[in-house]
């Protein structure tokens, strides 16, 4: 496409209303920096926000004048990152929501939240989610800008936490999960790993069960957030379904290609994690975890790679 027809492209849409040398001179400098992919996807938005029509139907001058004002900045948008494009988003919706927002202070605080993600190992696709899912939350469910950004500040001093050596050390011998499993994990993971073994070789056989539920739970989360596919396991007010909702998801769904193996034990370990958390009269034995490591050992490992944490 030439810059003529880049510019005829525009025109055709905004008829009766045609560009000057200024206009013309705006669009010729967008032409030369973005890509005409990226140009017409940003015609077809600003289209859609900027146009209006009075009343016989015609569009109006001023909306065009605005919309060529915008196309710029759409385009800048547009070509930034994903996770930069995110943060823009967020920070708009504060502005709209909130009384009052500070715009610097809200950029250093976005800044640094996702920077402190990255010092603990997470990977772009993720901080992309987390912050589609989890600070989108917070943006949703605070009433002003104290309540905001105390609770980012929360969390980021959260996970730089994740990241300190333990004034405790779990001891453990890799009973259920080998170390080798999970020690390239992020910290978190490996510290539901840990106590997973340590509480079974210290016999609180009910901590071993509910906390083989939570990894197996997590890691179906982290792989339904993997495939792009988390809305189907989300609810309308916005949390995680239950976890038999979730683990029925995950065996319907023939994007995960899970073993039969996996499909058939998840429901085992959901119940017994179920029955030591949620049953005052049942307390958890070793015969009632020991027949069944081998195959929570083989589910994990799957859920992990699924998952793309390994």
């Known amino acids: 496409m030439t810059l003529e027809e880049f510019i005829d492209y525009i025109e055709k849409r905004t008829t009766p209303h045609t560009f000057r040398e200024p206009g013309r001179a705006s ?38 004048a605005t919309f060529l004002d915008k196309l710029g900045g759409i385009a800048y948008n547009k070509s930034r990152n994903p996770i930069d494009q995110e943060l823009n988003h967020i920070k708009h919706y504060c502005q709209k929501s909130y009384p009052y ?31 589609q899912k989890e600070v989108k939350h917070v943006c949703q469910t605070s009433r002003n800008w104290t309540q905001w950004s105390d609770t980012m500040d929360g969390w980021i001093n959260d996970i730089y936490n994740w990241n300190k050596q333990d004034d405790i050390t779990i001891d453990q011998s890799g009973t259920i999960l080998p170390s080798a499993l999970f020690d390239n994990l992020s910290s978190n993971i490996q510290k539901v ?5 340590a509480s079974y070789e210290k016999n609180l056989y009910d901590c071993t069960a509910v906390m083989m539920r939570r990894l197996l739970e997590g890691l179906l989360v982290l792989m339904f957030q993997n495939f792009n596919l ?28 899970l073993s039969a193996n996996t499909k058939r034990d998840m429901p085992l370990f959901k119940d017994i994690g179920n029955y030591s958390a949620h049953k005052i009269w049942y307390n958890s034995t070793k015969q009632d ?9 083989v589910v994990i490992e799957e859920l992990m790679h699924k998952a793309h944490l390994k």
Not at 27 to 51: A, H, M, N, T, W
Not at 101 to 120: C, H, I, K, M, P
Not at 236 to 251: E, P, Y
């Open 27 to 64: 669009l010729s400098e967008l032409f030369r920096k973005y890509p005409e992919e990226l140009l017409l996807e940003c015609v077809d938005i600003g289209i859609k926000q900027y146009f209006h029509y009075d009343n016989q139907g015609t569009l109006t001058k001023e909306s065009v």
């Open 101 to 131: 927002w500070n715009d610097t202070q809200g950029d250093d605080v976005l800044y640094r939240y996702v920077q402190a993600l990255r010092s603990a190992g997470w990977n772009e696709k993720r901080i992309l989610q987390d912050l």
């Open 193 to 197: 790993c840990k106590q997973i073994n």
């Open 230 to 257: 988390e809305s189907e396991i989300t609810e309308n007010n916005g949390w995680h379904s239950a976890l038999d909702k979730i683990i029925k998801k995950a065996i319907q769904n023939p994007a995960f290609t």
């Open 289 to 297: 975890i020991e027949p069944h490591i081998l195959q929570y050992r």
